[in-house]
């Protein structure tokens, strides 16, 4: 029936496109597309020739309008350049307006990379944010992951490849040094998920800035952070810790509670054992 068809497309494999979305694609009267260059060579994979309109960041009131009266007698199909649609783009405000205007809307599930990363990342997923990209400034990016620090959630952000380490470091000075994983290429051939602490992936990647669609996964506060992780309560924490661990596993186990760097705590465990 005419309204908003929402359309998730692939974010790397061609494959990964739904038989309901291509049988919707095939059937629309217009795409509204965030890049109609890249939603064409999707369309040519299909084999499909479909009219497209640009719908984006920089798109107007009147060419919304324009949309939301097509849907009145048309198959409106909107899709994004990678993914779920309004994730991380604009286009909730053309379904507000369709919604206002009493059009039909409707979504066709499928691919996002926020949802596949936290599945490749092994970080908890039972609570997450998804925060987008962080500001460019640092002052606005410390004030916005100061509004973060003390959820007790994972946090999933956008990221670009030359803007990575020095957000790796900012969310390092800001959140703690978290458990981390940086995924990238998801779907596509050189896939990869690197895991580690803030601090170390902020190294990892300082003087080698990676190529592709990038999204970090940052772990949940440790259960101390509202506590201060003071000199005694290190050491007793390690202590126990080590009752029933090798010192490696202790020491990992009691910088992830504590959100510290596990080689200094690995460090401070060697002291405590030499003095045992």
């Given at each position: 029936m005419p309204g908003l068809y929402i359309v998730a497309t692939p974010i790397g494999n061609l494959g990964d496109i739904s038989a309901r979305a291509a049988t919707t694609l095939a059937s629309a009267g217009v795409i509204a597309a965030e890049d109609t260059r890249?939603?064409?060579?999707?369309?040519?994979?299909?084999?499909?020739?479909?009219?497209?309109?640009?719908?984006?960041?920089?798109?107007?009131?009147?060419?919304?309008?324009?949309?939301?009266?097509?849907?009145?007698?048309?198959?409106?199909?909107?899709?994004?350049?990678?993914?779920?649609?309004?994730?991380?783009?604009?286009?909730?405000?053309?379904?507000?307006?369709?919604?206002?205007?009493?059009?039909?809307?409707?979504?066709?599930?499928?691919?996002?990379?926020?949802?596949?990363?936290?599945?490749?990342?092994?970080?908890?997923?039972?609570?997450f944010l998804f925060a987008g990209f962080l500001p460019n400034k640092a002052k606005a990016r410390a004030d916005t992951l100061a509004e973060f620090a003390g959820l007790r959630a994972t946090l999933v952000f956008y990221e670009s490849g030359p803007r990575l380490s020095a957000s790796l470091a900012a969310m390092a000075e800001g959140l703690g040094n978290r458990e981390a994983a940086v995924a990238r290429e998801i779907s596509k051939m050189f896939e990869e998920c690197v895991t580690g602490t803030l601090t170390e992936l902020s190294a990892r990647y300082a003087d080698a800035p990676p190529k592709g669609e990038i999204v970090v996964i940052v772990g949940p506060p440790g259960e101390a952070l509202a506590e201060e992780a003071d000199d005694d309560t290190l050491d007793a924490a390690l202590r126990e810790a080590m009752a029933d661990k090798p010192v490696a596993q202790a020491a990992k186990a009691v910088a992830k509670r504590f959100g510290l760097d596990r080689h200094d705590v690995y460090a401070r465990a060697l002291t405590l054992k030499e003095q045992a």
């Open positions: 890249v939603t064409a060579k999707l369309l040519s994979h299909l084999g499909l020739r479909v009219p497209m309109t640009p719908y984006h960041d920089h798109s107007d009131e009147r060419t919304r309008a324009a949309l939301v009266a097509r849907m009145s007698h048309e198959v409106v199909v909107l899709v994004s350049d990678a993914g779920t649609p309004l994730i991380s783009d604009p286009g909730y405000k053309l379904v507000r307006d369709a919604r206002a205007a009493g059009r039909h809307v409707t979504t066709l599930p499928g691919p996002c990379a926020a949802i596949a990363a936290i599945t490749l990342s092994g970080l908890p997923s039972d609570r």
